[in-house]
């Protein structure tokens, strides 16, 4: 795939965005960002509570061109995702799926759908042993199977 | 009403429409979002990428010279092209365009007033269509150095003063202006939100500087405030046309938009941009800093200490 490539696959999302607008009935709603440097993403995620997977997700958000298209397409590729999966994902990896050579230069703007993504599943899994729920499907905790930190992010539920 | 010393140096959206064909005209848009170019651009334009284009990737600087030309010879501009810059963030990163432009020589340059902002207020066309113009040749001729400054260049301008000293005193005639947000000035931020990348091992700033963020010399359309609201916004902080002034922020482009403030717009005559900046500054070891946030951390922590025993020690 090459430079222009990538680039008119991110210009599509930003243009035409999948998985836009707010999900009415979400478990959990966490949003990320920086208002302070335009770049917002408020991820609103369903979980199906018995296998632990992505029911339903969507986001809504304003920003540069990178972090709403890094938005749109990682809220298709979790589409069904095993919650375990996503928390797994490593930033790398995103920066790598979105287009390492264009993104590079905006690494915090490229993983910052991912970062609340998993921030929100980080909601759902506490409001789910406040619950007295589900406690125990999470033994080693959600934050210990992250690979590396997200290059900035900061998080409000 | 007073008008700007240079009014020509800015266009306004009427002016792009009626020229985005001219071929002796080049738009040049220049964004801090990367790929906003490629959502769609005014009809015409071409697209400089700060980072990309204009620095050199291997050593921090800008490209140098020759690299200059065959961009310039690329884009189709030549000697004789007027360039027009426009952007988003209020034309932020079109003022640092326009500095190195201006920096290589560049004369005939101008900035469209309200940038990217104003030209969608006005619902005016878009397209996504890719262009290329003609390639020319370019000679970079007499570069503008006497519009940078190095780091040497600041640390005479202060005085050179011990780095121990608490208290610094700018030389007569001198005037060092801090562009960045209050937080990044009172030392209580080391970076900019969302830029860790460009931040700093040292908080505050360059003693003697005052600050003036960037922003307050544009309004919320993106238009630059009139040169009266900019008069008193700069000789207020003692900012004043007769003296020798050095801008600065993080890494020269927030500053960009000061010094075409205050060199190209209102005609000051010795106005430098040090692109340095503070990830130089508050990089480098033994350099004098002022930090306020640190005098006023330690005020607080003298204030509640317990004051030692005789005897303890």
């Avoid at chain 1, 979105?98 to 609340?116: D, F, K, Q």
């Avoid at chain 2, 990163?93 to 201006?102: D, K």
């Avoid at chain 2, 970076?191 to 307050?216: F, N, T």
């Avoid at chain 2, 700069?234 to 927030?254: F, H, L, N, S």
């Amino acid at each position: 795939v090459n430079r222009a490539e990538i680039i008119d696959f991110l210009v599509e999302h930003a243009r035409s965005p999948s998985n836009r607008g707010r999900l009415a009935d979400a478990d959990v709603i966490v949003s990320g960002g920086n208002p302070n440097c335009g770049d917002v993403v408020t991820i609103f995620l369903r979980v199906d509570h018995e296998n632990d997977r992505v029911a339903a997700v969507s986001f809504e958000g304003e920003g540069c061109t990178i972090s709403q298209a890094a938005a749109s397409i990682l809220t298709e590729m979790v589409s069904g995702s095993p919650l375990g999966e996503i928390e797994a994902k490593d930033y790398q990896g995103m920066m790598d799926v979105l287009g390492r050579e264009v993104v590079r230069s905006r690494p915090s703007c490229a993983t910052l759908a991912l970062s609340t993504l998993k921030a929100a599943i980080k909601k759902y899994r506490r409001q789910r042993t406040a619950e007295g729920v589900d406690g125990a499907s999470t033994p080693e905790g959600p934050s210990s199977r992250e690979v590396g930190g997200p290059p900035a992010a900061c998080h409000t539920e | 009403m007073a008008d700007y010393m240079n009014p020509e140096l800015l266009v306004s959206t009427d002016w792009v429409a009626e020229h985005s064909s001219d071929p002796a005209v080049r738009i040049v848009e220049s964004d801090e979002d990367v790929l906003l170019y490629e959502t769609g651009h005014i009809p015409g334009a071409v697209k400089v990428d700060w980072h990309t284009d204009l620095n050199d990737e291997r050593i921090r600087d800008y490209i140098d010279a020759p690299a200059f030309a065959r961009l310039m010879g690329a884009l189709g501009i030549g000697n004789d092209t007027t360039v027009v810059f426009y952007g988003d963030k209020s034309n932020w990163w079109a003022c640092y365009a326009y500095w190195v432009f201006r920096l290589y020589g560049h004369d005939k340059l101008a900035v469209m007033n309200g940038g990217r902002k104003k030209w969608l207020a006005e619902k005016r066309p878009l397209t996504r269509e890719a262009l290329s113009y003609p390639a020319t040749t370019y000679s970079v001729m007499d570069a503008h150095l006497e519009i940078r400054a190095f780091r040497e260049d600041v640390l005479r301008h202060i005085g050179r003063p011990n780095a121990r000293r608490e208290r610094v005193e700018l030389p007569e005639g001198n005037a060092l202006v801090d562009v960045r947000s209050p937080g990044e000035y009172s030392g209580e931020l080391l970076h900019m939100p969302d830029y860790p990348q460009e931040g700093a091992l040292r908080g505050g700033h360059i003693p003697g500087a005052v600050s003036i963020p960037w922003s307050k010399a544009v309004a919320d359309d993106g238009t630059f405030r009139s040169a009266d609201e900019i008069k008193s916004l700069y000789e207020a902080q003692g900012i004043t046309p007769g003296k020798d002034i050095i801008v600065y922020c993080r890494i020269g482009e927030r500053s960009s938009l000061t010094w075409f403030v205050l060199h190209e717009l209102m005609g000051y005559r010795r106005v430098c941009n040090y692109d340095g900046s503070w990830t130089e500054w508050g990089n480098v070891v033994g350099l004098p800093v002022e930090n306020p946030s640190l005098e006023e951390r330690r005020r607080k922590e003298a204030r509640t200490a317990p004051h030692p025993e005789m005897g303890t020690m």
